[in-house]
C-alpha cells in the first residue's frame, strides 16, 4: 500500500510539475510574443523618423540651394551695377527740387528733349558717391535675402513639427 500510495504521490507531482512547465512556458512564449511585437512596432517608429528626418534634410538642402542661388544671383547683379558705374556706362542721377518760376505767369519751363517731367532738374552723382550708395543698397539686399530664408527655414521647420505632432500626439494617460 506504502508503494501504492507514494506512486500515486509521485504521479500527481509528475503531473503538477507538467502542468507548471506548460504554463511556464506559455508564459515566455506570451512574453516573446509581446517583446517581438515591441521590437517591431519601435522598428517601424524608427523607420518613420528616419524619413521624416530625409524629408527634413531634403527640404533643407533645397531650401539652402535656392537661397543660396538668390544671395549670389543678387551679388552679381551688384557686381555688374559696380562694374558699370565704374566705367561710366551708368550714371545715377537725382532729382532736384524744381526751382522757383521765375516771371509772372508761373508757367514751368518746357521738357527737355527725352524727358516728359516738365521743368525736373537731375543732378547727376559723383561716382564714388554712387559706388558708395550701391554698396549700402546691396549690403541691404543681402540682409533681406537672409531674412526671407530664415523665415522661410522658420515656416518650413514650424509647418513640418505641427504635421508630425499631429500624426504622432501622445495618447493621455488615464
Given at each position: 500500500?506504502?508503494?501504492?500510495?507514494?506512486?500515486?504521490?509521485?504521479?500527481?507531482?509528475?503531473?503538477?510539475?507538467?502542468r507548471y512547465g506548460r504554463q511556464l512556458a506559455q508564459q515566455q512564449a506570451d512574453q516573446q510574443t509581446v517583446l517581438t511585437d515591441l521590437a517591431?512596432?519601435?522598428?517601424?517608429?524608427?523607420?518613420?523618423?528616419?524619413?521624416?528626418?530625409?524629408?527634413?534634410?531634403?527640404?533643407?538642402?533645397?531650401?539652402?540651394?535656392?537661397?543660396?542661388?538668390?544671395?549670389?544671383?543678387?551679388?552679381?547683379?551688384?557686381?555688374?551695377?559696380?562694374?558699370?558705374?565704374?566705367?561710366?556706362?551708368?550714371?545715377?542721377?537725382?532729382?532736384?527740387?524744381?526751382?522757383?518760376?521765375?516771371?509772372?505767369?508761373?508757367?514751368?519751363?518746357?521738357?527737355?528733349?527725352?524727358?516728359?517731367?516738365?521743368?525736373?532738374?537731375?543732378?547727376?552723382?559723383?561716382?564714388?558717391?554712387?559706388?558708395?550708395?550701391?554698396?549700402?543698397?546691396?549690403?541691404?539686399?543681402?540682409?533681406?535675402?537672409?531674412?526671407?530664408?530664415?523665415?522661410?527655414?522658420?515656416?518650413?521647420?514650424?509647418?513640418?513639427?505641427?504635421?508630425?505632432?499631429?500624426?504622432?500626439?501622445?495618447?493621455?494617460?488615464?
Open positions: 500500500m506504502a508503494i501504492l500510495v507514494g506512486c500515486s504521490v509521485f504521479s500527481t507531482w509528475k503531473v503538477d510539475a507538467w517591431n512596432a519601435n522598428s517601424a517608429l524608427i523607420l518613420t523618423e528616419q524619413g521624416k528626418r530625409f524629408a527634413l534634410e531634403q527640404w533643407l538642402a533645397a531650401s539652402d540651394h535656392a537661397n543660396y542661388r538668390a544671395l549670389t544671383d543678387e551679388k552679381t547683379k551688384q557686381a555688374r551695377l559696380r562694374d558699370r558705374l565704374a566705367t561710366a556706362d551708368l550714371r545715377l542721377s537725382v532729382q532736384l527740387d524744381a526751382p522757383p518760376p521765375t516771371g509772372c505767369d508761373a508757367v514751368q519751363a518746357t521738357p527737355s528733349p527725352g524727358s516728359v517731367v516738365h521743368g525736373a532738374h537731375r543732378a547727376q552723382l559723383d561716382p564714388a558717391h554712387a559706388q558708395r550708395i550701391i554698396g549700402i543698397t546691396s549690403d541691404g539686399d543681402q540682409g533681406l535675402i537672409a531674412l526671407q530664408a530664415c523665415q522661410q527655414y522658420s515656416r518650413g521647420v514650424s509647418h513640418l513639427k505641427d504635421k508630425s505632432d499631429r500624426v504622432h500626439s501622445p495618447e493621455p494617460l488615464p
